[in-house]
């Protein structure tokens, strides 16, 4: 606790003073991991989709037997969505967060002693993680899976319902991400499960859409029947 305390501690200041090298290469995962605890705190992309995220894309590539880089895999998915936070965030509609997050990204990997010839493979991977692009990389394609396949199944449906904002009516400084009530968490939920679906590219993460599907889909027919088809939302 002490070690990581002293990560994060160094880690603010270097935000502000700019790069610092870590103590050694081998320090950036667990200084990366510290980080993202410390700064990407959210219900639906902060630092736990990052560690499901880093998990699911391991296993999908491993089942379809494809040698990736780790590093890479790792470092992009913990910080494939650092443009959903201060002072990274861009709130410019316009300005798609992989993009701006590929931009931003490697200030914070280099600080953390992360191999500087990777770290364009984390950009590649972070600019298409999204399901809604296009992965060509073996890393960016199972990052891209497995954030795509955290859209589905129950923890999708979560992550949705946890970002409805509470607010009546909305202040001006909520989430712009945020469904604005219930109703609107569940269409976000039915296009996830249309279109997130659809995005997946590797064998090994199609092989998982049905059932991840099923259980969310039976979820929301559940929710229907307990709210006069939705109407009681």
């Given at each position: ?20 090298q870590a103590d050694s290469p081998k320090d950036w995962r667990p200084g990366l ?75 914070v990997l280099t600080s953390l002693g992360f191999p500087a010839a990777k770290i ?96 969310a889909r039976a979820f929301l027919d559940r929710l229907k029947a307990e709210s ?6």
């Amino acid at each position: 606790m002490q070690r990581k305390a002293m990560i994060v501690t160094a880690l603010a200041g270097a935000l502000l003073a700019g790069p610092v090298q870590a103590d050694s290469p081998k320090d950036w995962r667990p200084g990366l991991e510290a980080f993202a605890a410390h700064h990407f705190r959210h219900p639906a992309w902060g630092w736990q989709h990052s560690r499901r995220d880093y998990s699911v894309a391991r296993d999908l590539a491993r089942a379809d037997g494809v040698t990736v880089d780790d590093d890479v895999l790792f470092a992009a998915a913990y910080i494939h969505d650092i443009a959903g936070f201060e002072p990274w965030e861009d709130k410019d509609p316009a300005h798609d967060h992989s993009d701006v997050g590929a931009a931003k990204l490697g200030a914070v990997l280099t600080s953390l002693g992360f191999p500087a010839a990777k770290i364009d493979a984390v950009r590649e991977a972070t600019r298409s993680h999204m399901y809604y692009r296009k992965a060509t990389a073996p890393e960016a394609i199972y990052i891209h899976d497995a954030d795509a396949l955290d859209w589905l199944g129950a923890i999708g449906v979560a992550r949705i319902i946890a970002t409805v904002d509470h607010g009546d009516p909305p202040s001006a400084t909520a989430d712009p991400y945020a469904a604005p009530d219930l109703p609107a968490a569940v269409a976000t939920i039915e296009t996830n499960l249309k279109d997130a679906a659809a995005g997946v590219q590797s064998p090994a993460g199609r092989a998982r859409v049905p059932a991840l599907v099923a259980e969310a889909r039976a979820f929301l027919d559940r929710l229907k029947a307990e709210s006069e088809d939705g109407k009681a939302l």
